[in-house]
């Protein structure tokens, strides 16, 4: 059972914020935020003491994979529960704990997930994560436009539940068997050919890949900001290790059988993604189509089908928790003072220096621009594809690198260069504040030094060559 320390952590956790919250309140409920939060970063320090192994025969392993990406959904968790404490303080000051408890419900879900190694351990684990987000895409019930997206969320979602268990039933008919191993080692057939691509298309929802993608500007506008801070990222990782983890078993790997379609995704939601922003006057709609446009670089490092695509794709993700999530973060916080428009920003350089650069670093390294975190994540994807042949690819994703900083900048022109429509400071809470502070320090700490992160992303795929689930079977 050790093996399994980090999601039992998870559980524990939301076992004392659900006691914590049931407990009567002798002040403000803010602390079963600061709970959940300290909470996750004590989590988050115990992945560098957990034990490695397989447990359950083999359906469940903890390896250098499984810890890379609990890593980053924790962090991008305690992100989004600091960010949260006074926005949820002051939309449901009392539902504080039912939000709380549901974002540990999701987080719990995704730390299953990356180390499953058996196909309906894995759905579980993928709809643990996903059923919460319904509920917390909806926790602004008095907004018609929060409740439209969380409703465009849940239809999508279940669509995307129907396909992926319908596909695993094929995978499952074409190989007798239900572990992974099993099911990517069975010989070909039209069967695990249609199951495969039911699995992908479920799997894509969560990613954002284009034509999974209907849901995300609407969701992204109207649910609670700090909450969509997670959602932006976190899923994402999920998506990346059930992908990884469906095509990859014991040194076996299905990645390039896979290669033309996920090829052709990230063709396609590289394209949707970035040209779809140009236009976007929303700052949160600007970024959830930014972010469209990031899954498809995911499904490009993907589709190179080798341990050195699914390392890029894992570095990239760190690089883009921390730049995603401090985007939205400090629109939480420009938000009540100013607005959520592009113009809204106008001058925001001079009313809050510190915020705006903020902003603008954050900005940059979505945008690839040295030498903050997303340079780094964007170039060695690129070269880890350009080494793998697909040198058009490389082009092509460059080019649409480049529009993507006329998006970008467009935020940090009106910031800098536009007149402030107000002069007042923006005031910014301090818990909100110290989420931002900690996006910067990711954001800022990875592009001076990216190697470590790297090495763990290198270290994450070379695991999955070793196999360490056959010690368990």
């Not at 995307?160 to 007798?176: K, P, Q």
């Not at 390039?256 to 995704?265: N, S, Y």
């Not at 394209?271 to 922003?277: I, M, Y």
Request: proline fraction near 4%.
């Amino acid at each position: 059972m050790g093996t399994l320390l980090i999601p039992l952590a998870v559980v524990v956790l939301a076992v004392v914020v659900l006691l914590a919250d049931l407990a009567p309140a002798k002040g403000d409920s803010r602390g079963v935020g600061s709970l959940a939060a300290l909470g996750l970063l004590g989590i988050f320090g115990l992945t560098w003491v957990a034990p490695q192994g397989a447990a359950f025969m083999g359906t469940w392993v903890t390896d250098a994979f499984t810890t890379y990406v609990q890593r980053l959904v924790l962090a991008a968790g305690a992100l989004a529960c600091i960010g949260s404490i006074d926005h949820a303080d002051a939309h449901f000051p009392r539902r504080q704990g039912e939000y709380y408890l549901l974002l540990l419900a999701s987080i719990f879900g995704m730390t299953l997930l990356a180390g499953a190694r058996e196909l309906v351990l894995l759905l579980v684990a993928f709809e643990t994560m996903g059923v919460p987000q319904y509920v917390l895409a909806a926790m602004h019930k008095d907004r018609k436009a929060g409740v439209e997206g969380a409703t465009k969320l849940y239809l999508t979602g279940a669509l995307s539940a129907g396909l992926t268990i319908y596909g695993a039933s094929f995978l499952v008919g074409a190989s007798g068997s239900t572990l992974l191993v099993d099911l990517v080692s069975a010989p070909a057939s039209a069967a695990s050919s249609v199951g495969a691509l039911l699995v992908l298309a479920g799997v894509a929802f969560k990613l954002g890949a284009v034509p999974f993608h209907m849901w995300i500007p609407d969701t992204y506008q109207s649910a609670p900001t700090p909450f969509v801070a997670f959602l932006s990222v976190a899923p994402k990782v999920a998506a990346v290790a059930a992908l990884v983890r469906i095509s990859w078993a014991d040194g076996t790997s299905a990645l390039a059988v896979w290669a033309p379609q996920l090829l052709v995704l990230a063709v396609l939601t590289l394209t949707v993604g970035n040209l779809f922003a140009l236009p976007q006057t929303n700052v949160r709609r600007l970024l959830a189509w930014s972010g469209v446009g990031h899954a498809g670089l995911l499904l490009l490092a993907l589709a190179l089908g080798d341990l050195d695509g699914v390392g890029a794709a894992l570095f990239y993700l760190a690089t883009y928790v921390f730049g995603n999530m401090g985007a939205f973060l400090i629109a939480e916080a420009v938000a009540p003072a100013a607005g959520e428009s592009v113009a809204d920003y106008a001058g925001l350089a001079r009313r809050s220096p510190g915020l705006a650069l903020a902003m603008l670093l954050c900005l940059l390294s979505l945008g690839g621009i040295p030498f903050v975190a997303g340079f780094w994540g964007k170039l060695l994807l690129f070269r880890t594809a350009w080494l793998a042949g697909h040198g058009a690819l490389v082009f092509y994703g460059a080019l649409l690198a480049v529009v993507s900083l006329f998006y970008y900048l467009k935020v940090a022109r009106a910031m800098y260069v536009e007149p402030p429509r107000d002069a007042s400071p923006v005031v910014v809470p301090r818990a909100t504040l110290l989420a931002i502070v900690l996006a910067l320090v990711g954001v800022v700490g990875l592009g001076l030094m990216p190697s470590g992160a790297w090495d763990g992303a290198v270290a994450a795929g070379e695991s999955l060559r070793q196999g360490l689930v056959a010690a368990g079977r």
